[in-house]
């Protein structure tokens, strides 16, 4: 049975394909059709799918296949493991021809990702990681920031999440950034250049699988919106959130979330 370098290999060397792809339609005005409340999608997204669903399944027809632009069925339950896939994640910032959009893949074994690749084409960043192998930027090692004081951390998120309906009581004090691209933001935080990232609204799991395991292996902590631990592959293919950084920043921010009452 192939290990997690195994599957990283096979998705490293598909994600740079699909930067190619990407790069061929990139500023070329593409086709772009509404998927509604989903947002939406272009030909290039499509093109990049049936490219990473053909080369991946042929490499490991016994894997199930979960992608944001694939319909999906109920057969990926059943299977020990299982490819997590968005195309293209920053969709709005491809059409409009922003740089930091991204392929996001991942594997996951029953429940937990093992392998995991992202990549930014337009910044010739790929980030990649197998489980209990680390995690690299361009193949060099990456690390979280050692950041302890909240009030010097800085946050991937949106204002949405900064509202004072999220918190218990005090809004944290921290400065906010932002990208476009769910799983470029989680690969920044692993990568060293953010102390944190959050999301408090449901979350598709293929935004974000390849990114925990960027930022685990990259020894920082990654959990839902309040604090439980990350399960891939679920019904819904959604979590409860994301809340993810180095350690001490994660503890602060977690310990002035509400708890859970849904």
Request: charge should be negative.
């Amino acid at each position: 049975m192939p290990g997690p370098e195994d599957d990283l290999k096979l998705l490293r060397d598909a994600a740079l394909r699909a930067g190619e792809i990407a790069k061929q339609y990139f500023g070329q005005d593409p086709a772009v059709y509404d998927k509604g409340a989903e947002g939406p999608v272009t030909e290039a997204d499509l093109a990049i799918d049936v490219m990473l669903r053909e080369t991946l399944l042929t490499a490991r027809p016994d894997y199930g296949w979960l992608s944001e632009e694939t319909e999906d069925g109920p057969d990926r339950l059943d299977a020990e493991h299982v490819f997590i896939c968005d195309p293209i994640d920053g969709t709005r910032a491809f059409i409009e021809g922003g740089t930091s959009f991204s392929h996001s893949l991942a594997v996951a074994r029953n429940g937990k990702i093992t392998a995991a690749a992202v990549f930014v084409p337009m910044r010739d960043k790929l980030y990649t990681a197998a489980l209990g192998a680390g995690s690299t930027l361009n193949q060099k090692p990456l690390k979280v920031t050692e950041t302890v004081n909240l009030a010097e951390a800085t946050v991937l998120t949106t204002k949405a999440n900064l509202l004072a309906h999220h918190w218990k009581a005090d809004i944290p004090s921290v400065r906010k950034a932002y990208r476009p691209s769910l799983a470029y933001r989680m690969s920044l935080v692993g990568e060293g250049r953010f102390d944190a990232m959050m999301t408090f609204r449901p979350t598709w799991e293929w935004d974000i699988a390849a990114g925990a395991l960027i930022i685990s292996e990259a020894g920082g902590v990654v959990t839902d919106g309040y604090g439980q631990a990350l399960q891939f592959n679920g019904p819904a293919a959604q979590v409860n959130g994301v809340l993810t950084g180095s350690a001490a920043v994660h503890r602060a921010l977690l310990d002035l979330r509400p708890a859970f009452t849904g």
